[in-house]
């Protein structure tokens, strides 16, 4: 059984987040919270999202899996404002997930949660990380969104740098501890290419977080961490780098 009440911003953020990489997804509900795990179809880019119990005004979770259609879920948050609560009730079996957002009550069918993948998330731990302000992470996308497919991201001991490059423009943006950048740490210079699609998207989804930690390696996986419902839960991407060709 799960039986919880929470705040329509948190479950925003949770949405956007699992969107950005599924139509589907498995929401793993156990006493110490909720779960989800979710993999593109490419395999280049992982979700991994949780939520303590005090991210909910109310929780009740005894161990369940439910698999969810994301856009029925964004149907229930259309139904809503900010500052509303949205009511959620799962008894189990074949029963419907139902949601309730003030008069509005609706039983929403769900997916078998064994048809869905259940990926394991590998252990990724690249040697630098800068903490950086989603403010300066959106702009320098913006810039690089006309210019390329890819984006570079650099880290040194002192610097982070977004780099993108075609064959008749480029973009640099430099933030310092100084200027724009909330911390860095890196023992020696690194350097890794992403598909900036996926990285883009990923920044959009994250809604609520003014920063986000960056962990980067040389042609290294990126992890991107990231707080929800205000310090009670935590989310972390991974994206595949793009290695260059000699």
């Not at 949780?50 to 991210?55: E, I, K, V």
């Not at 740098?161 to 200027?179: A, I, Q, V």
């Not at 020696?188 to 809604?207: C, E, N, Q, T």
Request: charge should be negative; glycine fraction near 6%.
């Amino acid at each position: 059984m799960f039986k919880a009440r929470i705040r329509m911003e948190v479950l925003r953020e949770v949405v956007e987040a699992v969107s950005t990489l599924v139509s589907e997804a498995k929401f793993s509900v156990s006493k110490e919270g909720l779960e989800v795990k979710a993999v593109d179809p490419s395999h280049v880019a992982m979700l991994l999202l949780r939520l303590s119990p005090s991210a909910f005004e109310e929780f009740t979770g005894e161990p369940t899996e439910i698999g969810v259609d994301m856009e029925r879920f964004k149907d229930v948050l259309r139904l809503s404002k900010p500052g509303d609560t949205v009511s959620l009730q799962y008894d189990g079996g074949k029963n419907p997930l139902v949601t309730r957002v003030g008069k509005v009550v609706r039983a929403m069918s769900l997916v078998d949660p064994a048809s869905l993948t259940d990926p394991k998330v590998p252990t990724v731990n690249p040697p630098a990380k800068a903490v950086v302000r989603m403010e300066e992470l959106r702009q320098g996308i913006r810039g690089s969104e006309s210019i390329a497919d890819n984006v570079i991201l650099e880290l040194d001991s002192d610097s982070f740098t977004l780099h993108s490059e075609s064959e008749t423009d480029k973009m640099d943006m430099r933030l310092t501890p100084t200027d724009g950048l909330v911390s860095i740490e890196a023992k020696d210079r690194v350097k890794s290419m992403y598909p900036l699609d996926f990285f883009s998207a990923m920044m959009k989804s994250i809604s609520s977080a003014d920063e986000v930690t960056l962990h980067v390696g040389n042609e290294y996986p990126l992890k991107i961490e990231f707080p929800v419902a205000q310090q009670k839960g935590s989310g972390e991407f991974l994206l595949a780098p793009r290695v260059e060709e000699a």
